[in-house]
């Protein structure tokens, strides 16, 4: 059997290849893939400001289903052939203190790079990307059963919304009636606004750009109570006016290279309140950055990268649940043979047409 | 009755006065001070870095003895007269959200700044300063009996253990058996080790400079396990030597001006660790600061300010024991006459005496 | 002026008096109650079995309106004259361990029992119960804004439904997608259903008898997933079959006498679940109580008994916003002068009429 | 080669047998055991109260040296041939969700009970259990590195020293300065001291039957500030003492069988206390248990029964550092041979002998 797959061999260098499709025993199976969502951090990849070792299959949010599968492997994950499935990004050792400990977005037991869309290719049996008609699922891959009847491309939204719920609920552990700032009105802004609706935040307020006008609306259809175009508004006034002069309990920062997002953020969070930093700024320092305001208003700062099993189990019955219309913030599907083109339509480089979140899906495979 | 004060007009002018003493009524009391501890911030004071109204009466670490009180603040201190205890800087109003959740830290509910050593004389009765012969403790201060055998100028160390406790153990809930960096070996560096000493910490690491020899080597006398003088040796190789690759588990700050320790914190904490900031950089901005390493190694970072009532009771317990000899850290006691000599003193500003830990003494009082 | 009051003489008698009302200073005030909600224990305290020194006003959860206060008073709620306002249930001291700790539940400070409803008339100025037309503020009485549209009878509502944030919410700490057990559909199981639903429980089960069969379908109204008539189904199976096999997350005792219930929650709670004991048993022992199950399921048994300020917050800020049809399970509104019926009706002993949730009204005052 | 084990093939029946040694793969090892610890439920399996699948080789506390170990085996667990290790009791799945979540201690996901001791001998390759010449590693087994250093009967403390972490500092997150009770001075109760001492308890109170002298001696070398002989000492009365009337903060019931302590540990808990259950009761229900009193103190019942990776690496880290005289508690070493006297030992059935720890230590080996 042969999977088509998009292999990335340079920087900004794209090509489709036919791979072997593996064998599989008792403990592993194969994914035929569906869909698989594209992260803000794929293009990084691309460009190759997010250094990975050539050639690799990107795509670390796929969806599939269950094309071959080891008898261990099916009692394990509880899953069948056929089976509709959500995998997560890393393959953790399972050995390690981390993994041992819970943390195996920490795990450091493997000597390579352990995340699906990040192995490369020389690395067999290869098809470790969900660009591709087939995934490779090792006996320590994560793989989560989603209901048949929701369509792949809003499947892979598991993903986002795992980090919505783990970034803005989880991690800064948002109680019922409190008040979250989210700057930055993304996939995981978005995602973010439902977490903390679902938990039971009391005020929700997103922060945009003029240009993020269609965001900020769809933040309110979802359940966001303010939103702050932060070009013609001043975001501070806005949050103490919202919240009756106490500000923000928590503030989460989802925006990507704004460095200025991160003392905004501290700004707008009340004295004792939390402030999540999700957003990576593409190495580069924060201007005017004053530690002292951390001090003095004994803030608690976390930096948030990962998301876990618990938190993947959370948005996927959500995503089952129908609750939210998340087809809303799905944009474009777009087949395996338009990686480029859906990598630059997310990155906003192509101006006539605006994303949100973007599937790569296979289509026939043969 | 007429108390002695050391009464601030301006930056850089004290002066002694002469001041009346109030009458007490039921629910408050007066303290016969017997020692004042000095806090670093008190030359930021001095200098006039640290705005306050003026005239004040600085001083806000005093112990003494109860020379007059009221029955009802009898009964909620569990005081009598004649009684030694250490009293909290802050005066929660005990009224607001802040302190009816346990939060007076935090507490908004005065219209004025709410804390000893700060307050203008101007607001009756005007003894609200350490510097003193008396001090007036009103219904809401926070008073904790010490026993009577423990010297007041030691006594006054509980303010500085009280931070050990709450920064260093409670805010990065520090576990038995964890390897804790802290940086910078002054009063709150030496306390943070024996706070962690006796929260069972595994690896205790303090950095310093060169000239700072005597107080890393009372660190190591305190329970310190590695001391590095970070003028000669590379903290981060250090670090990792000590931990077997491993970094801290939590990383404390208490370094006043030096911006460069915040990241230097981070560098030194292990992915998913803790950093405490509890030294404030003048107003002054962290050059570098990439925030990027607080998301990517999924780091918590923790603003520490005050401290609060169950952590001073820690730290005077822990006094009253004598398991630790603090008398070693207890370096200068000087007359109310020599504030502005002791000021100094504590700033580095008298090359030829070094300072750790000062306590002004009112002496003979009329 | 005049207020009537109900007293309670002995137990079961009860008698209308007419009372003088006090003069307010600048740090107290005086409530015109407008309902008062009617607790379960109302009903023991009524019998004789929950014991309290007479003469006594009952009524632990008033709702009124400002009548009169003082300027510090104002200053420190933010309320003025003619503001609806929820009174909490204790009157913490303000000064002791407990209070300073954020946990005024447990406040010691004071020498007699410190909660409206449960004060001696002898003790001045005696209307510290909410069956009356005034209540007295005193200065540490904790006093909630609530929006004046909300009819005064759903606002005593605020009081069990601060319990189901407290006891079904923050004390297990429920999290977005799991599944709790709520034993019992009376007024402090239906408003753990509306707690659990707001902070996004997975799936909510409530158990009752047959004759509970309007209140099981009233807790579906508030959004349970399930709900079981233990006197025709297994429970054990019907949340086995409900949680895939998994069992409760979270199991809440809100039922009164069945000490039964206490082995249930036990037995229904997944290994390394959370059983919350809220309901009393009258000072009855749990026959066949195993402490071994809660050894090896490593379970967490908390008991709840108080609710504090953050909680009855989340209650008012969740009436206010009319999210729930709350007003259907208000059942009764009756005058001062009935309270002894009242007090039958939510006890049950009034067969022809249901009661769920109960408020006395004085109506026209003087 | 041939390993000799003690085999169990009925109640009360041990029997020494000689099984052939297993072939090492790359994952796997073999363990030649230098002494295994044993356990009180060691006993219950002997006798049958603790029902286990026949034949089957006892023994979940065991040391020894690698014997042979593939090489990712080596990798993974940091270890070489030669190594002395410590070996935890159970064999998690590493699949499952609780294993994946860091509860491995609940791990659901071997169909098969999953520890060292309790698995059958026909279960390949049989060697199971610590009282035997060799035991198999398999691929998820947890193991150690200890210090050479330490004799291999010392070392088997490891595991009930990270109980005494786990269930008395963990659990409870014992804070600095806290009174923990410790309810009976076996082994666990003695280890509870230690971590107790090591994370700044307070005061420590351990108690005691009359019998219990010596033990109750050495938990006063290892640190407890009062002991009790409740056969002549009403507890109660001596923690009101000891505490100057406020009570435990924290009691632990290490005891077995004895369901009254259970009602003790309650009654000695602070209002707002926590209790932590670890004795098991012989499936025997606890006599006049009223469940009012936890919910009127609101008290945290918190069930315990296994140890995880993190407490037994504090635990050996501790044994390591010579701090406290465990050897003090190790009262007897004995042949395989002798199993049925070492397990008569323990449960206290050689009255002229007295037993606090005691290992098997397989002597030569062929």
Redesign the interface.
């Given at each position: 059997m042969i999977s088509r797959a998009v292999v990335q061999t340079a920087p900004r260098t794209l090509e489709l290849r036919e791979l072997p499709v593996p064998e599989i025993g008792p403990e592993d199976a194969l994914l035929a893939v569906e869909a698989c969502g594209i992260c803000g951090s794929d293009y990084e990849q691309y460009e190759g400001a997010l250094p990975v070792r050539f050639p690799v299959i990107p795509g670390h949010e796929p969806v599939g289903r269950i094309a071959d599968i080891g008898r261990e492997a099916e009692r394990?994950?509880g899953v069948r052939q056929g089976d509709r499935v959500c995998v997560e990004t890393l393959i953790?050792?399972?050995?390690?203190?981390?993994?041992?400990?819970?943390?195996?977005?920490?795990c450091?037991?493997h000597r390579r790079m352990n995340a699906y869309g990040y192995l490369s290719l020389d690395l067999p049996p290869g098809l470790w990307g969900g660009y591709a008609d087939y995934l490779y699922l090792e006996?320590?891959a994560?793989v989560h059963k989603i209901d048949e009847r929701i369509a792949p491309e809003i499947a892979t939204l598991f993903n986002p919304l795992g980090a919505g719920?783990r970034w803005a609920?989880?991690m800064p552990r948002l109680?019922?009636?409190e008040t979250i700032v989210i700057l930055g009105p993304g996939q995981r802004g978005l995602t973010s606004v439902i977490?903390a609706r679902?938990?039971?935040a009391?005020c929700i307020i997103v922060t945009g750009l003029a240009r993020d006008a269609r965001k900020l609306a769809l933040a309110k259809e979802f359940g966001a109570d303010v939103t702050i175009d932060i070009e013609t508004q001043d975001a501070a006034t806005a949050v103490r006016e919202a919240t009756g002069g106490r500000m923000a309990d928590i503030v989460i920062d989802v925006t990507a290279y704004a460095?200025d997002a991160?003392n905004q953020a501290v700004n707008l969070a009340r004295?004792?309140g939390r402030v999540v930093?999700?957003?990576?700024?593409?190495?580069?320092?924060?201007?005017?950055?004053?530690?002292?305001?951390?001090?003095?208003?004994?803030?608690?700062?976390?930096?948030?990268?990962?998301v876990?099993?618990?938190n993947y189990?959370?948005a996927i019955?959500?995503i089952e649940s129908g609750k939210y219309p998340l087809e809303r913030m799905h944009t474009q599907t777009l087949p395996l043979t338009e990686a480029e083109r859906a990598l630059r339509l997310l990155a906003g480089h192509e101006p006539a047409e605006e994303a949100i979140h973007i599937a790569l899906v296979p289509g026939d495979r043969r």
């Open positions: 394990r994950w953790p050792c399972g050995f390690c203190r981390n993994c041992v400990s819970g943390a195996y977005r920490l450091s037991g006996p320590h994560l719920f609920v989880e109680q019922v009636g977490a679902e938990a039971g009391g460095t991160v004295r004792g930093l999700a957003g990576t700024k593409g190495a580069t320092p924060v201007p005017d950055f004053f530690s002292d305001r951390i001090v003095v208003k004994e803030l608690m700062i976390l930096g948030a990268f990962g876990d099993y618990p189990e959370r019955r959500l």
